[in-house]
């Protein structure tokens, strides 16, 4: 926490040092501290004097052990208007939990967008993968590669990409393995930063961040899956620029499970009267949809478009994963895609819409059904 500083002219600045004896040289240590105040009060200009002990001795600084209180007198001219917008402004961190090909394109995507002021990406791979080693040598802006989880504190987001590469044979045990794996990850993560938004890539990603819900004990909106929303841009996109419909101002989403089993439906439906025309376009859309296939890269381009609207709070709609209890007479407590204004504090409001026919409801109930079931089975 840094200090807060009067409106003055002058202010004094205590800071402690702590020097490591035959380490480092008192005036590097010096040096590299001003480098952190600077970062907190760029606007300063500081003086500095050698340190002086209480009792006016001389000591050898170099063999000393101990911690130095050290004051850096600093001369400002920000009004405390200006200062305490500066106070208020916070650092847009952003960790990446997972090293591989998903983890690369979030990085690479997210810091295209420049969205993050910070971004860590946590990589607890073992040797040289190159992919990994082509970010150390290229040195992205911002980007820290680390395989510590403490690098990750006080991250506004946090977006779990990693997945097991298990040889087990069966799918319950690949998806036990990932749970394994998410129980040390997630406690500690959500430790370091307790008010970020836990962003979940990893597949399946409906369980999977059912499974970040239950470890991080976060509320639900802060805790969402990437869901359908590569799905549903990929759509929205397709049934404009490619099918040329005009749609008069009404969104489509595709909503539900990941899978075969994920439906589309129209905003504003229960004003519409073509509603048969409507599910028309909406197939022949989904059936160019299919042929799409979700890489690496597209999906890092999904999450650096979700990770946008949040960190920005643009209150813009996706379809994500969310704790779909209570929808659609959904019973379990399962996460499935709807659409949802997302911002800052995560899901603010869940869009609700009017849905004609069975067959969408039958489907999201059975998808519930069959994750609720899976998830029963899993060991927490």
């Known amino acids: ?38 970062m907190f009060f760029p606007h300063f200009r500081y003086s500095m004097d050698t340190y002086v002990f209480k009792d006016s001795s001389q000591k050898d600084l170099l063999n000393f052990t101990g911690t130095i209180p050290v004051i850096y007198q600093g001369v400002s001219d920000i009004n405390s208007k200006n200062w305490a917008n500066r106070e208020n402004k916070t650092v ?18 997210i810091s295209a967008k420049g969205i993050a002021d910070k971004l860590v990406l946590l990589d607890f791979s073992e040797g040289t993968k190159g992919g990994m080693m082509d970010l150390d040598i290229f040195n992205l802006p911002n980007v820290e590669i680390s395989k510590d989880l403490s690098a990750s504190a006080h991250s506004k987001v ?6 097991s590469l298990g040889s087990s044979q069966s799918y319950l045990d690949v998806v036990q393995s990932n749970v394994d794996m998410f129980r040390a990850l997630v406690p500690a993560l959500g430790h370091y930063s307790q008010h970020a938004i836990l962003l979940v890539a990893s597949q399946p990603v409906e369980i999977m961040t059912y499974v970040t819900w239950k470890l991080s004990a ?9 869901g359908c929303n590569l799905d549903s841009q990929r759509l929205q996109y397709i049934i404009t620029n490619v099918l040329k419909a005009q749609t008069s101002g009404k969104e489509v989403w595709v909503i539900g499970e990941q899978g075969e089993d994920k439906v589309p439906i129209w905003s504003g439906q229960e ?24 890489r690496s890269w597209s999906v890092g381009l999904s999450v650096a478009d979700l ?18 209890k ?28 009017t849905v004609k026919g069975e067959t969408v409801i039958e489907k999201l109930q059975s998808s ?13």
Not at 219 to 226: D, E, Q
Not at 307 to 322: A, Q
């Open 307 to 324: 990770l946008d609207s949040i960190v920005n709070d643009k209150k813009k709609v996706h379809s994500v994963s969310i704790l779909a």
């Open 158 to 163: 946090v977006i779990f990409t990693v997945n």
């Open 326 to 353: 209570g929808y659609y007479d959904i019973n379990s407590e399962v996460f499935l895609s709807l659409p949802c204004i997302l911002g800052t504090s995560g899901v603010s409001e869940v869009i609700k819409t």
């Open 92 to 109: 847009n961190k952003i960790t990446v939990v997972g090293g591989g090909e998903l983890g690369i394109a979030c990085t690479l995507a």
């Open 1 to 38: 926490m840094s200090p807060s500083f009067p409106p003055a002219s002058r202010v004094t600045v205590p800071w402690a040092l702590t020097v490591f004896r035959g380490t480092y040289k008192f005036r590097d240590l010096t040096v590299e501290e001003l480098k952190n105040v600077n």
């Open 368 to 380: 519930a059904s069959s994750i609720h079931g899976l998830q029963q089975q899993l060991k927490l």
């Open 218 to 226: 976060f509320p639900a909106n802060r805790v969402i899956g990437i």
């Open 271 to 294: 004003e519409v009267t073509n509603h048969d025309s409507q599910m028309q376009l909406s197939n022949r859309a989904m059936e160019l949809l299919r042929v799409k296939g979700q």
